[in-house]
């Protein structure tokens, strides 16, 4: 009988660190698959649900399309799975960094079209609210900006210290 | 043992953005709280004053909300404009300077229209015949320094007259100029205040004036009542004209001037 460890053995392109304990690529897996389901309903099938129901009131106009919304949701939970499974190679940093620009780029769609319109017919007339909200997309760019840093600084570290990291992101 | 240096450095900026965006976000909920607490509190409120421009015969016909504001963020930068216009011309056209309505308080957005009434203006038509004007009101507002809100409402209004179809009669004997008047109150404002009634003569002097019997007359209330109004020797009024105003606190809206056969 053959029993398989949950951690596989913690080398790195041949050098070997001993004070690491690197999940093995089932458990890599399976941690990835819940993060993305995790993201894709946070991400993806929640802001979609939202914003379904919002334009499907019929006089609320958002700048960008529920598809837009879905598709590049799915993508970001998909690039949030891989970096989990990713962490222990040296893929990890540039899946962080793509993981961001992903970001950025899905605000940068609301940033250039952050308005919602709301066209209610009154009694005595048409009412529109629009609603801007550049600043608030500012602020969110922040964080994956500093996450993509983050990522270049991880890409650096493994491309000058190969598996460095992996003691102190698995430890024994 | 201690991370490698680029490790913790990378990690800083790991947790430094979770942080950033954990922050965003519940800035965020509380901003979307804030400004559904934002509510407006009492009636709207209408205030006739004289008109504030020296030399230019008018009214100005003050529009005040409160707004109660609880949250936590101000609603700043609240430019109000507001167009009316009645069959053949524009009524009014303002905007108002930039308000603020602080946070965690209550405040009054105000709204302050000057009204023509000069002899030439169309808007003393208004006075009498009712109508449906035009209205367009812009407010612009900034909220949390992060949202800005643009609010169109157009559409269309109908005009109430105040005094609708009135209707003044002056009939003149030697000692006393009869004067009746009456009219409808088609507005959704209590008439309160006098009638002053000045007598002038043919050669264009005032001679006789008089205040009537304070009015009170609800919407939906009509008027119809003779005033006397005492001639001093020497007034004749027959051929001149009667000039009949409204006084009210802080304004006189001249409101006919009728012949006097």
Not at chain 2, 189 to 211: H, I
Request: net charge neutral; glycine share 8%; proline share 9%.
């Amino acid at each position: 009988m053959t029993i398989r460890a949950p951690y596989a053995t913690p080398t790195h392109r041949g050098v070997t660190y001993p004070g690491a304990r690197i999940p093995s690529k089932g458990i890599l897996r399976a941690r990835a698959m819940a993060y993305f389901v995790l993201m894709f309903v946070l991400l993806a099938l929640l802001p979609f649900a939202v914003v379904v129901s919002v334009v499907a009131l019929g006089y609320v106009t958002l700048a960008v399309p529920p598809d837009v919304i879905l598709g590049v949701g799915t993508l970001q939970a998909l690039l949030e799975g891989m970096t989990v499974s990713a962490k222990p190679n040296p893929s990890y940093g540039p899946t962080v960094m793509l993981a961001s620009l992903v970001a950025l780029g899905y605000l940068a769609i609301f940033l250039t079209s952050s308005a919602v319109t709301v066209s209610v017919g009154t009694s005595s007339g048409p009412l529109v609210l629009r609603v801007l909200y550049t600043p608030v997309i500012l602020i969110l760019m922040v964080a994956p900006a500093l996450r993509f840093l983050s990522g270049l600084v991880t890409t650096l570290e493994d491309h000058w210290h190969p598996g460095e990291r992996l003691p102190s992101d698995y430890p024994a | 043992m201690r991370s490698p240096p680029l490790r913790r450095l990378s990690r800083a900026l790991l947790v430094l953005s979770t942080l950033v965006l954990v922050a965003a976000l519940i800035f965020l909920a509380t901003v979307a709280y804030s400004v559904s607490e934002i509510s407006p509190s009492g009636t709207p409120g209408t205030r006739w004053s004289d008109g504030p421009t020296a030399g230019v015969q008018g009214l100005v016909l003050t529009l005040t909300q409160n707004l109660s504001n609880p949250g936590l963020y101000p609603l700043s930068d609240v430019v109000i404009s507001a167009s009316l216009w009645y069959p053949g011309g524009a009524l009014v056209h303002l905007t108002e300077a930039p308000q603020t309505l602080a946070a965690g308080g209550t405040g009054t957005l105000q709204l302050v229209l000057p009204v023509n009434t000069s002899a030439s203006s169309r808007a003393l038509d208004l006075l009498s015949q009712d109508a449906t004007l035009s209205r367009e009101v812009w407010v612009n507002a900034s909220y949390a320094l992060t949202f800005q809100f643009h609010l169109l409402l157009a559409g269309n209004v109908s005009w109430g007259a105040p005094f609708y179809g009135l209707s003044v009669t002056p009939t003149a004997s030697t000692t006393t100029l009869e004067v009746a008047v009456s009219y409808h109150n088609h507005s959704s404002w209590d008439e309160t205040g006098t009638m002053v009634a000045t007598v002038v003569q043919a050669g264009g002097v005032a001679c006789a004036a008089q205040t009537l019997p304070s009015l009170n007359v609800p919407p939906g209330g009509a008027l119809d009542q003779t005033f006397p109004v005492p001639l001093p020797s020497g007034c004749d009024p027959r051929g001149g004209s009667l000039d009949l105003a409204l006084a009210g606190p802080g304004f006189v809206l001249p409101l006919v001037e009728e012949p006097i056969p």
